[in-house]
């Protein structure tokens, strides 16, 4: 183990990486010194050249590597020795799926040819769930290196959040609430058929996009669009859904996109909230999260809108400090 470990999270745009961020409050927690660079540009060029100027300034002790899109740390393990020491990947997305299902077949093994370089470069492999781990293992597997599961679940102040910061934007009302991306890929299309299904029910929207006016442009008047809101915010309106969604439809990232590595959807269920969802894959079974296919959605919702969510017992909450322990192996590990 490197003792007094200088670390360096890293990743495209690490000060909205909320997984790196999470690392990070937890790694200071245990007294180690981190590091988050900011970069100048959202270009993928100008990332690589300002995060090896970065390394070659603070030689950090390890890089903890957050992936997608990795063609941008091409050739970071050829660093290793002279501006690092060791190397961490947190395998937290199939990049190379994505690139399938964005430009076709062919274009996932050019993903897949970057994510097996940085891990098999990696002196430790991190992942969000079961089966990021066993994708991520599958390009090492004869190499026999330490990996370890690091699960996505909210900080315990999200559960205090949402008690002061009780949102004031109804009155008794209690909505089908939607946050994330206003984007195909998060399940627009879906939403907006629901919205439009069920007319009797007010439906949330919370989140934005680049196209959200575009997509939203004849948003029915039983739906309220709220735009981007502030996490603290987020927990309050939240805390009046009677019914909170995921409305993705099925694909190739469904088997990857689990209840332990969607963000929103544990911090629907950490609130108590029923949650009806589609394109996830339930690893645990989880009280008041219901998975059905995206066509069911709408039967789903109707089923569930007049029944009362199930009692959380102690047992039912997943905090991110269930991770700590894993964490600080991760680090001894190296």
């Given amino acids: 183990m490197i003792s007094d470990m200088k670390i360096l999270l890293l990743s495209n745009q690490p000060e909205r990486t909320t997984r790196l961020l999470m690392f990070k409050a937890t790694l200071e927690s245990q007294g180690r010194q981190t590091i988050v660079p900011q970069f100048s540009s959202h270009s993928w060029l100008q990332i690589a050249r300002e995060a090896r100027e970065v390394l070659q300034k603070e030689k950090p002790d390890v890089v903890h590597l957050f992936n997608v899109p990795d063609i941008i740390f091409h050739g970071l393990g050829k660093l290793k020795g002279s501006c ?8 937290r997305s199939p990049w190379g799926v994505e690139l399938q299902m964005s430009f ?3 274009a996932r093994p050019a993903g897949e040819y970057f994510e097996r370089e940085l891990a098999r470069e990696a002196d430790v492999i991190t992942a969000v769930n079961r089966p990021l781990a066993d994708k991520v293992r599958s390009y090492v597997h004869e190499m026999k290196k330490p990996l370890f599961i690091v699960n996505n679940y909210p900080a315990r102040s999200f559960l205090q959040k949402s008690k002061i910061s009780a949102s004031f934007e109804s009155a008794g009302e209690r909505p089908i609430v939607f946050m994330g991306r206003i984007s195909r890929q998060e399940g627009i299309g879906n939403l907006l ?7 009797e029910q007010t439906f ?5 996009g680049p196209f959200s006016r575009w997509y939203l442009r004849k948003l029915p008047k039983n739906a309220r669009f709220f735009g981007w809101q502030p996490h603290d915010k987020v927990a309050g309106l939240i805390s009046q859904a009677r019914i909170c969604l995921i409305p993705h439809s099925e694909s190739l990232l469904t088997p990857y996109a689990t209840d332990r590595s969607v963000w929103k959807l544990n911090e629907y269920l950490l609130l108590g909230k029923t949650v009806v969802a589609s394109g996830v894959t339930e690893e645990e079974k989880r009280k008041n999260l219901v998975v059905v296919k995206a066509e069911k959605l709408e039967d789903a919702v109707r089923e569930n809108l ?4 199930e009692k959380l017992a102690s047992d039912d909450y997943r905090f991110w400090d269930r991770n700590d322990r894993t964490i600080q192996e991760v680090y001894e590990s190296l």
């Fill in 84 to 91: 690092y020491k060791k190397l961490i990947y947190d395998y």
């Fill in 104 to 106: 076709g077949p062919l």
């Fill in 193 to 199: 058929r629901l919205i439009r299904n069920i007319p």
């Fill in 204 to 208: 949330w929207i919370i989140g934005d």
């Fill in 306 to 309: 007049a029944r009362e969510p």
